[in-house]
């Protein structure tokens, strides 16, 4: 933002970017998007609203409660005057600030968000041990496939295992990780250039198509790994998301046929979930 006149500014109310939530535009700005500008002055009420759904619907985020959220009105809002001016590059306008009588000024509220604490929304799904339900997500690497992926952690008995591939719509999408060795380990990623743990080697033997090292080989017997490559491991029928879950049930003492059959009743009920949390988003937006 800048406080220098411009010539060709025009009204905040034109520029392109706007989102409207519960009634009032709102826009992310700053190079890191760490403030929220909402045209017009809405009261305490209407800033955390219009905050929070941001997070929900844009980012596919949830704020969490905490000193940084109670900090939000006293200190992270101001109340001001503002235009729009053009720009070169990725973003067509900039913020200029003004006085209430400024040629094209507007009423505009800053709400610096860049300090919320904030974690990943999920449609609802339940542990596999207690039954609890879970609605949030993390990215974290888990054992059965290389990469990173989404990973719940339950609160109550803090299992964690491999979160069923639906979500709400969002315009935020997460960047997949790319470049992975082809012949790398299948399980976890490693080479013999950079093993996972000292001592590990390629598998000489592997039960499987891919490439695989002996430390992820080693917690299945031979007996649990044909279980797994009859459920489909590994398979090109596969997914990422299932051969994770099929890897860790195993290791749980789940056969891996009572867990691929778990794992496609999870995903059609968190996917009729997901389409109703999305018609639902909408109609609050």
Request: contains cysteine; neutral net charge.
């Amino acid at each position: 933002m800048t406080t220098l006149t411009n010539t060709e500014a025009f009204p905040l109310s034109t520029a392109k970017g706007f989102t409207r939530l519960y009634g009032i535009p709102v826009v992310a700005i700053e190079e890191d998007c760490g403030t929220l500008l909402m045209l017009g002055h809405p009261d305490e009420r209407s800033i955390l609203a219009v905050t929070a759904a941001q997070y929900r619907l844009v980012y596919g985020q949830r704020i969490l409660p905490g000193r940084e959220l109670d900090e939000l009105i006293p200190f992270g809002v101001k109340k001001t005057w503002a235009r729009a001016v053009p720009r070169d590059g990725y973003c067509p306008w900039h913020t200029e600030l003004t006085g209430t009588d400024a040629e094209h000024a507007l009423p505009i509220t800053l709400v610096s968000v860049d300090w919320l604490e904030a974690e990943d929304v999920a449609v609802q799904e339940q542990c596999p041990v207690c039954g609890r339900a879970s609605r949030t997500s993390d990215i974290a690497s888990t054992p059965g496939r290389s990469g990173y992926s989404r990973v719940r952690t339950c609160r109550h008995c803090h299992t964690r295992w491999p979160s069923v591939d639906a979500y709400r719509v969002s315009l935020y999408k997460l960047r997949k990780p790319g470049g992975i060795d082809p012949a790398a380990c299948f399980g976890c990623g490693c080479t013999p250039a950079w093993t996972c743990s000292p001592g590990c080697q390629m598998s000489d033997n592997p039960p499987i198509t891919q490439p695989l090292c002996t430390t992820c080989q080693a917690p299945h017997n031979a007996t649990t790994w044909q279980a797994l490559t009859d459920a489909g491991y590994a398979s090109p029928a596969s997914d990422e998301q299932r051969d994770r879950w099929l890897y860790t049930q195993a290791l749980r003492g789940t056969h891996p046929t009572t867990a691929a059959t778990a794992w496609t009743e999870r995903r059609a009920l968190v996917r009729c979930r997901a389409l109703a949390a999305t018609a639902r988003d909408r109609g609050n937006a």
